[in-house]
DNA sequence: ACAGTTTGGTTGAGACTTCAACGATGCCTG
DNA sequence: CAGGCATCGTTGAAGTCTCAACCAAACTGT
């Protein structure tokens, strides 16, 4: 290689020690919380997180449907993985898919009587597992400010970089 | 079925509207915060965030090596999840495992040659993500605030319930 | 010493996710 | 209305994680 490697040794702001630090609680302690409700979800009700937020999502939607792509959009998943998904929970009579008669292309996916008692036997478990190991944990003030910076972050990510797809 | 149903009517602490809002900010920022870091770190260093942690723990551990279930409980992956994770870094020439002379039973996994480089390549831009998406979208005090909130979060998981395999 | 238990680590099967390719419909412009 | 392009959703293969079963070595108490 030439004399001056422009590539390589890249000028980078560190993070300090005390950045550092807040940094891995963050990761650690985000994917430990993540695990342990995932985990309590699940043997309560055998769905995973993503399942239940798919039977959320369909909840608060009219007439208990909606687009898959409006779905995939919302829960920040793939087109791909959403189909999977909901196959499998098709086949466990969680919720069923239908022709959208507004777009030919489109696929209506609809929550089942089966879906919503399985949502309603499962949510105050959950929520009583958020609270168990986040809420209560904190301070009112520091759960809030998680929400907050949060908040700020997902906003970034969604409106701010040409997140993905989208041209500058 | 009977007349008094024991089982079903819990009498759940429901979050607020409010606690609700910072639960779902909390919970969709920090998927998709890991999501873009993610695939940022991978595109510009084909490493996973996982085998990321693995290189950065081995290179602050005593001569690049650690004991396989050390490791594993460091990450808090499960031994399963490790061994696969090792071996398929193995087979890049990222890790190398040897026996334990002090246990038997026992594994040691060291960095090599390659897996330090691959991580010193790796850290700056990985870093700057970081930053980028993270640190500098929020205030010094907003930052602080997050990584104090989820120590403390994940100070009570590690030490607190019993966790997992744990009697009480 | 020795059965019983615990710990360290691996394995394979099954479930889930990702990624690239695809078919089909809708939109847009000449 | 035809051709080109974007969007909707599905599919299958490959990669990754989970879970239960397993072997081997190390403690434990007798």
Known sequence: MGTTDTTS???VQWLTEA???DWRAFRDGTI???DVIA???DSNSG???HEYEVLVRLSEAPARTQRMSELADDLAHSRSRLTHTIRRMEERGLV???ACSADARGVNCAMTELGWTTLVAAAPLHVQSVRDHLVDVLTPEQFRALGDAM???RE???SGPCHAATEC
């Open 32 to 34: 430990r919380l993540f």
């Open 47 to 49: 769905l995973s997180p």
């Open 156 to 158: 970034h990510l969604v």
């Open 19 to 21: 950045e550092q630090q």
């Open 9 to 11: 040794p890249v000028d």
């Open 96 to 98: 069923e898919r239908s």
């Open 151 to 153: 908040a700020a972050v």
């Open 39 to 41: 985990h309590e979800l």
